[in-house]
């Protein structure tokens, strides 16, 4: 197949998308697939946009690796002055058309928010993931705990504030602020005081129009992935040093990651179950990773839905996979069929 691996953007998450891209692209060469590596924002500057698939070139050499901080997008912005009338880079639609399916490995906004899947949508263009309704609810964490809530998911009690809107009762400290549309951790903070708090709340609205603010689960991480409807293995995440933050997510050897987590059967199963819920409940499509924390009473909370989960050295979904006994090549494999139509039996 040709396939267009759609990475970068300018989401605070453009070099984990980026890692990501890269990751699959070469995985998806591997398994002899024809691809290209495209930024969405930066597009291809070349003339020979009919023959981008037959070219014998590395498309993610310029790719490094992910800092220790989210990137600056100003100096991102600025190579293309007039990005406010078109969002997609040169030729990313064009060649987006060409290809038999587009594997989406974009993070946050205008990627994980479902604009581009819409759009992809009214154009004809086949691509990974769940769909744009689904994306854009998952993309608000506010919304995603409503939902999760209504069906009988638990999660963390709290508050949503808006800019310059008088607060609420607060779930006193310590609690966690984050970013209603964040994503990587960005714009996550702790507050164990009123100093703390001010301030956390400040870096949240850096991100955004409106932050969620909600009790502090002391505990253990897990995450679980879900693969057209059913859960995979449960992956528990230990960082060595703080809480699982963007340094934290994206340094090798900052956390300890077990998988399958070691808890009991029925814990498991709890926890699966209530991925497989929240997958229904918001209504996912192929696939999509849920983030859950464990208070220190065993009782479980389900913190937010990832529609376009990382997959990068250090991603939780591709560990998942592996202790499911499927390869970073047949997870990438499984992702794409999902997408393509059906073979009739
Ligand atoms: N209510 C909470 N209690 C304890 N830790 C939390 C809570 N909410 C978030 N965290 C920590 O912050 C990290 C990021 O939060 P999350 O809601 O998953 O947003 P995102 O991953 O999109 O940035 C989590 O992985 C977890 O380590
Ligand atoms: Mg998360």
């Known amino acids: 197949m040709n396939i267009v691996v759609l990475a970068g953007g300018i989401s605070t998450e453009r070099d984990v998308s980026l890692a990501t891209g890269k990751m699959i692209y070469e995985a998806v060469k591997r398994k002899g697939h024809r691809a290209v590596l495209l930024d969405v924002f930066l597009g291809y500057e070349g003339e020979d946009t009919d023959s981008v698939f037959a070219q014998e070139k590395d498309w993610a050499a310029q790719i490094?690796?992910?800092?220790?901080?989210?990137?600056?997008?100003?100096?991102?912005?600025?190579?293309?002055?007039?990005?406010?009338?078109?969002?997609?880079g040169p030729h990313v639609l064009d060649i987006c058309r060409q290809a038999d399916l587009?594997?989406?490995?974009?993070?946050?906004?205008?990627?994980?928010?479902?604009?581009?899947?819409?759009?992809?949508?009214?154009?004809?263009?086949?691509?990974t993931g769940t769909d744009h309704v689904s994306s854009a609810i998952c993309m608000d964490k506010g919304i995603t705990k409503d939902i999760l809530e209504h069906y009988g998911i638990p999660v963390p009690k709290g508050i949503r504030l808006k800019k310059g809107e008088k607060e609420g009762e607060m779930p006193g400290f310590p609690c966690i602020v984050k970013a209603s549309c964040g994503g990587s951790s960005v714009g996550v903070a702790i507050a164990r005081n009123s100093q703390e708090y001010e301030q956390a709340k400040a870096e949240g609205f850096r991100y955004g129009e409106e932050i969620i603010i909600e009790e502090y689960i002391e505990g253990r991480e897990f995450?679980?992935?879900?693969?057209?409807g059913r859960a995979l293995p449960i992956i528990e995440i230990?960082?060595?040093?703080?809480?699982?933050?963007?340094?934290?997510k994206y340094q090798p050897g900052s956390t300890i990651d077990t998988c399958p987590a070691?808890?009991?059967?029925?814990?498991?199963?709890?926890?699966?179950?209530?991925?497989?819920m929240a997958f229904q409940a918001l209504r996912l499509k192929n696939y999509a990773r849920m983030d859950f924390m464990m208070g220190?009473?065993?009782?479980?909370?389900?913190?937010?839905?990832?529609?376009?989960?990382?997959?990068?050295?250090?991603?939780?979904?591709?560990?998942?996979?592996?202790?499911?006994?499927?390869?970073?090549?047949?997870?990438?494999?499984?992702?794409?069929?999902?997408?393509?139509?059906?073979?009739?039996?």
């Open 262 to 276: 070691l808890i009991p059967r029925e814990k498991t199963e709890e926890i699966q179950r209530y991925a497989e």
């Open 64 to 88: 490094t690796g992910v800092g220790e901080t989210s990137p600056d997008l100003e100096q991102i912005k600025a190579l293309r002055p007039d990005w406010k009338k078109n969002f997609f």
């Open 223 to 228: 995450s679980v992935g879900v693969l057209d």
């Open 102 to 127: 587009v594997f989406m490995a974009l993070h946050g906004e205008n990627g994980e928010d479902g604009k581009i899947q819409a759009c992809f949508d009214l154009m004809g263009i086949t691509y």
């Open 238 to 248: 230990a960082p060595k040093s703080g809480f699982y933050d963007y340094k934290n």
């Open 296 to 345: 220190k009473d065993g009782s479980v909370y389900c913190l937010e839905a990832n529609t376009l989960p990382g997959m990068t050295m250090t991603s939780l979904l591709p560990q998942e996979a592996a202790a499911a006994g499927i390869s970073y090549e047949d997870l990438c494999e499984k992702l794409m069929g999902f997408s393509l139509p059906k073979k009739e039996a």
